[in-house]
């Protein structure tokens, strides 16, 4: 019995302890925008497409050309666990480029996110860049032409913790490349929205709780005669297991 409470205690503290901030946005709403753009074509605000919004920040590429978006500084300090989230449309030739690097240093040196830090499911080109051809079909990377519509958007997440946690002085940057020396090749450009980078303290990802044995574990709630079983899959019907029982201040645990 004790053993249980015991458990259900730690489970509670870590789920509690558990918290994140976000500790840079963008979603290309309001300006003054926190990044910066570089590079012939500019990036630009549009208002066709966007994932969160109206308005989404987009880079037509250029012949030859190099484009970078660059944000803010912002720090990571007391958290070591750090994430990139964005949503975007790569609507790029297979030639071309499209990838994300991280500076530690004030924007001196760049890390190039690859494979080890990528958690999404498009496919990263030789296991670091984006194209038309991360989605594909979605993306008809066979054909420049087609014009994007927002079903199409589709969200990232790279865990960066292996170079940005605990950093006073961080910085992400988008680059797009010109691959072939035929600028965008009529295809639409690389399209960004909702940058977000989320730190914590501990780990990012909620415990989950697996039922190891063929062991039931009944609660015995008491807002009324029907013992409820409970299959303990999800954190969620265990914090309102334990709000309940913690209200109430009575032993109604049992095992068998
Ligand atoms: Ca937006």
């Not at 944000?71 to 994300?100: M, P, Q, R």
């Amino acid at each position: 019995m004790k053993k249980y409470f015991l458990s259900l205690s730690v489970f509670l503290i870590a789920i509690l302890g558990y918290s994140q901030a976000v500790v840079f946005q963008e979603g290309f709403e309001t300006q003054p925008y926190s990044v910066t753009g570089s590079g012939s074509p500019a990036w630009s605000a549009v208002t066709n497409l966007y994932y969160e919004g109206t308005h989404s920040y987009r880079n037509p590429l250029a012949m030859d050309a190099t484009a970078y978006l660059t944000t803010n500084s912002f720090s990571t300090t007391g958290n070591s666990y750090v994430s990139l989230s964005f949503a975007h449309i790569c609507k790029i030739e297979v030639a071309d480029t499209a990838a994300i690097e991280v500076s530690v240093d004030g924007g001196v040196t760049w890390q190039k996110l690859t494979t080890t830090h990528y958690e999404g499911s498009g496919t990263l080109i030789n296991g670091y860049a984006f194209s038309a051809m991360s989605y594909n079909p979605d993306w008809q990377p066979i054909n420049s032409l087609v014009a994007p519509t927002n079903d199409w958007w589709r969200v990232e997440t790279f865990d960066i913790s292996s170079i940005a946690a605990n950093k006073s002085d961080v910085r992400v940057r988008f680059r797009v490349k010109d691959g072939n020396s035929n600028g965008g090749g009529g295809a639409a450009g690389w399209y960004l929205d909702d940058i977000k980078v989320v730190a914590a303290a501990s780990e990012r990802t909620p415990p989950t709780i697996t039922l190891l044995s063929d062991t039931l574990v009944s609660f015995n709630l008491i807002l009324g005669p029907i013992e409820t079983i409970l299959d303990i899959s999800s954190v969620f019907i265990f914090i309102v297991s334990l709000i309940t029982l913690s209200d109430f201040s009575i032993p109604i645990i049992s095992s068998y």
